[in-house]
């Protein structure tokens, strides 16, 4: 079977490591403009200052794309290149860079995938709690809106937010993100209300422009598997889906919150301020979602935790949090297993849980349309008589693509698949050390782009729609 033709294939990237041109034409600081400056966050002190440059080598990158054969290009909107101080005065520089690459985008005939909140909050904003204080809702709303009056036009498919998951519990839980909080689960579970709240507002202001697109946002899919059927470990993996899949896919496509997570977070006084209101529009949103996206990297393996709550190990090795940690109310741990693959950042690769995955989703969420809005390999490419042989992303790209395929023939309404990512780029704590683009970058040699081997496999890919997949 062939990917049908409207399905599309695309590649990523996101605004902060990517770009660079931290201060260039009227953009505002960030969050992580400043958090990279801290000592010690990051993989030897790297930062986007600079990143790729992709803000002024624009046209370069989007004519290699083009030159792949790529038919979308997912990006993020830097909001403080809109609204420097997160709200306000308007920073139309930022929008004409917007609509220039939108258009060199459209120049090729490549679909723009925007997303608008991947992480990089202004620091305005940063300094008055960040997504904790519900005036950042608002000031979200208005920049969406500006966005979609400014882009609308030509951009059919927007995100509303990255990966709520992931700054929430890494911003709070373990404090690698900005604002770099530890261990505050009451202050985590309130910032994903607040993030769920805002994409709801965001969907219904979306709607009301009639601009015949489509809106969703983007989630981890990171399902759990309990590492054998002992029913202590089949509790583990229900616990730990309800609180990684159910507490965010619940509120987004059912409009309301697990009842499970719900009561505990009651008992132990976790469970969000919200109002009967925020509620409301949560429900009110669920149905106009046009598409879920989801980005898979890795399953999830869990045991069953018994005794004393063990100190949590967070090493920038392993920025999503390190195998063996117990969650943060000790009921399961996560587990590296013996027969599982691994990359060498400790992220197991196994395509056969992305389709049990998507199974599960079906059951769960029914025929709602996916995008997978980012999959792929992060590692430290070969260089081999000066060309980059990134063969096992080849692989993994293969298996996963396979997965993707076998997932559509079980009944599972996927229209895309953007790999993670289009170019190399600034990994958030691993510096440029951890690569997972087509085209390389060569800090040594002024950023000068070059074509890896799965720029040609994956241009091959496009052209005879995964006709020349190895099964
Ligand atoms: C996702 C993010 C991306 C990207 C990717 C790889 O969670 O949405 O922005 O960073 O993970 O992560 P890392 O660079 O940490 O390997």
């Not at 794309?65 to 990006?75: I, K, N, P, Q, V």
């Not at 999830?300 to 063990?310: D, F, I, L, P, T």
């Not at 009921?331 to 013996?338: L, S």
């Not at 260089?383 to 079980?410: Q, S």
Request: net charge negative; aromatic share 14%; with cysteine.
């Amino acid at each position: 079977m062939k990917f049908a033709n409207d399905f599309l294939f695309g590649a990523a990237t996101a605004s902060y490591q990517v770009e660079g041109a931290w201060d260039q034409d009227g953009k505002g600081e960030t969050n992580w403009d400043q958090f990279t400056k801290i000592p010690g966050k990051t993989f030897e002190g790297t930062n986007g200052d600079v990143a790729i440059d992709h803000y002024n080598r624009y046209k370069e990158d989007v004519a290699l794309m083009a030159e792949m054969g790529l038919e979308s290009y997912r990006f993020s909107i830097s909001w403080a290149r809109i609204f420097p101080n997160g709200r306000g005065e308007i920073n139309q520089k930022g929008i004409d860079f917007y609509n220039n690459l939108i258009d060199e985008c459209l120049k090729y005939g490549i679909v723009p995938f925007v997303t608008l909140y991947h992480w990089d909050l202004p620091l305005a904003l940063e300094k008055e709690g960040a997504w904790l204080n519900k005036n950042t809702v608002d000031a979200y709303i208005d920049y969406a809106k500006v966005c979609f009056n400014a882009f609308g036009d030509r951009v059919k498919h927007f995100i509303t937010f990255n990966e709520t998951v992931v700054f929430a519990s890494l911003g709070y839980m373990a404090g690698a993100h900005p604002p770099g909080i530890e261990n505050d689960p009451k202050k985590y579970f309130q910032v994903t209300h607040n993030v769920f709240y805002a994409h709801a507002r965001a969907i219904i202001e979306y709607k009301k422009l009639n601009q015949f697109g489509a809106i969703g946002l983007s989630h981890v899919f990171c399902p759990a598997f309990a590492v054998d059927d002992s029913p202590e470990n089949k509790f583990a993996e229900m616990h730990a889906n309800q609180y990684g899949i159910n507490w965010f896919f619940d509120p987004i496509l059912k409009g309301e919150y697990p009842e499970y997570v719900i009561k505990q977070l009651e008992e132990s006084d976790f469970l969000p301020d919200w109002t009967l209101e925020e509620l409301a529009i949560i429900k009110q949103a669920a149905p106009l979602n046009d598409f879920m996206g989801l980005n898979y990297y890795q399953p999830m393996r869990v045991e069953r935790v018994s005794g004393e709550a063990q100190e949590q190990i967070h090493s920038l090795e392993n920025s999503t949090g390190s195998l063996g940690n117990a969650s943060f109310d000790n009921v399961y741990k996560t587990v590296k297993m013996e027969d599982k693959k691994y990359t060498k950042w400790d992220w197991e690769i196994s395509p056969e849980s992305f389709v049990t995955g998507l199974e599960i989703l079906k059951d769960n969420y029914g025929q709602i349309k996916l995008y997978i809005t980012e999959n792929g390999l992060g590692d430290e490419d070969p260089i081999i008589e000066g060309e980059v042989c990134d063969i096992p992303r080849i692989n993994f790209l293969n298996d996963h693509l396979n997965a993707v395929k076998e997932g559509i023939n079980r009944g599972v309404h996927i229209k895309g698949f953007y790999s993670w990512s289009a170019i190399d780029l600034l990994s958030w704590l691993n510096g440029y050390k951890k690569q997972y683009g087509f085209i390389y970058v060569d800090h040594n040699n002024g950023l000068e782009r070059k074509k890896k081997a799965s720029f040609h496999w994956y241009k091959g890919v496009i052209e005879t729609r995964g006709a020349t997949l190895n099964r």
